[in-house]
């Protein structure tokens, strides 16, 4: 079964500092999504992205985070001066047909702030 | 908080036993889906179940949904070792969001 990969594993970074998490979605989706879970907990929703441009975004997503579709194959998610609250596994996902269907996730950026 | 609540938040059962999970939702809803994760890895989809459908069979998991409660349930028959982890009912309302429930961990033991 085709699989959204992402990258790094693992990223810590200090107080401040911008990060870029990655994101290979599976190639004939359409529809890209960032979730985040922070140790243990629920699931978070963050933001959305169809057609070039946030469909929707949660009140998390605030002016420090963006997403940005560089080319046909990669999804980023920035944070452009982290917070300690920051720190949690940050999930991207896709689809075809948006949430109609199931959504395909990958294995998840584990970011620490310190 | 639209945030889906799952009870109960934690269930031990023996190898063999049946697993009830039930999810309850807050709003309208164009479907539910429930997924599996593994100790904080990614997030596997199991089955998805549409506001027009009552139930829904996929090998051993079994998902109800009632949407005058807002409510759905998930049954795993005859647990393995290997059911052991996370269970999470999600929904959505529009195509953009997918809302995910607080998860039911599982603890299925020989």
């Known amino acids: 079964e085709p699989e959204v990969t992402q990258t790094p594993s693992h990223q810590v970074t200090q107080m401040g500092q911008e990060v870029i998490l990655r994101c290979v979605p599976i190639?004939?989706?359409?529809?890209f999504y960032w979730y985040r879970q922070i140790l243990g907990q629920k699931v978070e929703f963050l933001v959305s992205?169809?057609?070039?441009?946030?469909?929707?975004k949660s009140e998390i997503f605030d002016d420090q985070f963006s997403v940005e579709r560089p080319d046909g194959s990669n999804f980023t998610l920035k944070i452009r001066s982290t917070k300690l609250e920051d720190s949690a596994m940050y999930f991207c996902?896709?689809?075809?047909?948006?949430?109609?269907?199931?959504?395909?996730f990958g294995s998840g950026t584990q970011l620490s702030v310190l | 908080s639209q945030q889906g609540e799952e009870d109960p938040q934690a269930l031990s059962i023996q190898e063999g036993e049946n697993a009830t999970m039930n999810c309850s939702y807050k709003?309208?809803?164009?479907?539910l889906q429930w997924y599996r994760q593994n100790s904080g890895r990614g997030l596997v989809h199991l089955i998805l179940?549409?506001?027009?459908?009552r139930e829904k069979h996929s090998g051993r998991l079994r998902v109800t949904l009632d949407t005058s409660k807002k409510s759905s349930s998930l049954l795993i028959t005859a647990s393995r070792a290997a059911d052991t982890a996370s269970y999470f009912c999600?929904?959505?309302?529009?195509?953009?969001?997918?809302?995910f429930g607080t998860g039911t961990r599982l603890q299925v033991t020989l």
């Open positions: 179940i549409r506001s027009n459908e």
């Open positions: 996902a896709s689809s075809y047909h948006g949430t109609d269907e199931k959504l395909f």
């Open positions: 999600a929904y959505t309302g529009t195509a953009s969001k997918l809302t």
């Open positions: 190639s004939n989706h359409l529809y």
């Open positions: 709003t309208s809803i164009n479907n």
């Open positions: 992205f169809y057609n070039n441009e946030i469909s929707e």
